[in-house]
């Protein structure tokens, strides 16, 4: 089911906040669990199964960890826990590109799987993971009530496409969590805008790419336009469902921790992925490098960790060479940022440490959008201008007049400075008088708006429900 539809958004989840907030305190936790198995099942039918024997694992190893603690037996059980995690996300998500590469080095004929890949299996893999990974360094308290981390794992606001919420960020409102009118509007009127960034800015931009795709008159300057779009695309699709999932969350009485802070104004690739997804740079962290040696180690180790950690970033997010590629891609412009240029840039105008990132950013989006290794190196050499294409072409200036106003959107909406000017003015007292009704009038016409394109069809899945 998805957030962007009409049977998400005027049934499913009218429903279960009504039933949600009907129900006493001590049927809450069971009322999300069992509607967050309906959202699930409804576009994943046995794959729940996976979901609940994924979540009964993580419980009984979680058990087994608390009660085994300060013997060999723990340890043993944490790895157990780790092995039956990463199997399952490996066997379903990775078998057929581990097949396809033995039967190329090979000249092997093992079959292909072909198994359909589990909606959000990346994403809940890693929440499983960091319970029984904190369980055993003892940073969480082992859950003894099935239905409360099943309702963790389950929770459908963030199951299928995150933000990854670590289990100690809910662990006690999982038991104790408290619902107000504020945070209830607070998180409605956030999730609209979240839709509306979806919706009207994403999947606009997303027609461009197709566009683009379908062309028979490319250019250089088309490829930088595609590039454009992608990298702002992928933006906005997946900050808006983070701000959906956030959102409903804090209506729940969840107070998930954010996942984007305008990314695209970073001077350095370091602090990109420091606004980027965040939540999944965080388990790397704790989980991977820290783990490592992180950089208390030789610069050759340091280095090593780096490459480790972000081609399992990569890997994490497809089983593509591409997406591997596109970690290196990343970890290289890190290490060159730690050893040398991070000095440059800091001495540089403001202006030359954007267009640095800027560059490094289009050019990785469309490593990460490509299709294959070598459609990834036509696509990056036509940017450069290979190929033999010209500089400009019909079909550039007709899509990128005809896109102008939502790539200009885009472009103004990828920076604070919405949320800053609306927050100058709302602490005028004229500004404070106009908001009381200019508000809820925003929201009404954007809900009709986006209503307006769900009836029409003009809407497509998350991009990241692929991961």
Not at 370 to 377: D, T, V
């Amino acid at each position: 089911m998805l957030f962007s539809s009409i049977s998400f958004l005027y049934y499913f989840l009218p429903l279960v906040l009504f039933v949600y907030f009907l129900v006493p305190r001590r049927a809450k936790n069971f009322v999300l669990l069992l509607a967050s198995l309906v959202f699930y099942f409804y576009g994943e039918p046995v794959y729940t199964l996976l979901l609940l024997a994924s979540t009964l694992s993580a419980y009984l190893h979680g058990l087994l960890i608390d009660r085994t603690r300060g013997t060999r037996a723990c340890r043993a059980f944490l790895w157990s826990s780790v092995m039956t995690s990463v199997a399952l996300l490996g066997f379903f998500k990775y078998s057929d590109f581990f097949i396809q590469n033995v039967n190329t080095l090979l000249s092997t004929r093992i079959p292909l799987l072909r198994l359909a890949l589990p909606i959000g299996i990346s994403f809940y893999t890693f929440q499983t993971l960091s319970y029984t990974i904190d369980v055993y360094r003892g940073d969480a308290k082992v859950q003894k009530s099935f239905l409360r981390l099943a309702t963790y794992v389950a929770l459908f606001p963030q199951l299928i496409a995150g933000p990854i919420v670590r289990y100690t960020t809910v662990e006690e409102e999982l038991s104790d969590r408290h619902h107000t009118t504020e945070n209830f509007a607070l998180g409605a009127r956030r999730f609209v805008f979240g839709l509306a960034k979806k919706v009207l800015i994403a999947d606009t931009l997303g027609l461009l790419v197709g566009d683009f795709i379908a062309s028979d008159d490319r250019s250089v300057a088309f490829y930088w336009v595609y590039a454009l779009a992608v990298s702002l695309q992928l933006y906005f699709d997946f900050s808006g469902y983070s701000d959906m999932a956030i959102s409903l969350g804090r209506i729940f009485g969840f107070h998930f921790l954010e996942n984007f802070n305008y990314p695209f104004i970073s001077k350095s690739i370091s602090e990109f992925w420091r606004r980027w997804h965040m939540s999944l740079g965080h388990w790397f962290r704790d989980y991977v490098y820290i783990p490592m040696g992180g950089n208390r180690v030789s610069r050759g180790r340091w280095i090593c960790n780096v490459l480790t950690v972000w081609m399992l970033t990569g890997f994490w997010h497809g089983a593509d060479w591409t997406f591997v590629l596109w970690g290196l891609y990343f970890a290289l412009f890190l290490v060159l940022e730690r050893l040398f240029l991070q000095k440059w840039l800091d001495r540089c105008p403001r202006v030359v440490s954007h267009l640095y990132v800027s560059l490094v950013i289009l050019v990785s989006f469309v490593l990460f959008h490509a299709n294959g290794l070598s459609g990834a190196a036509s696509d990056i050499a036509c940017m450069l201008g290979g190929g033999g294409l010209p500089l400009w072409s019909g079909d550039t200036a007709h899509y990128l007049s005809g896109y102008a106003p939502v790539l200009l959107l885009a472009l103004i909406g990828c920076t604070p400075w919405v949320k800053s000017t609306a927050t100058r003015l709302m602490s005028t007292k004229a500004g404070g008088r106009a908001q009381t009704f200019l508000e809820p009038l925003c929201t009404t016409l954007l809900v009709l708006l986006v209503t307006a394109y769900f009836v029409d069809g003009s809407f497509s899945a998350f991009l990241y429900f692929r991961f």
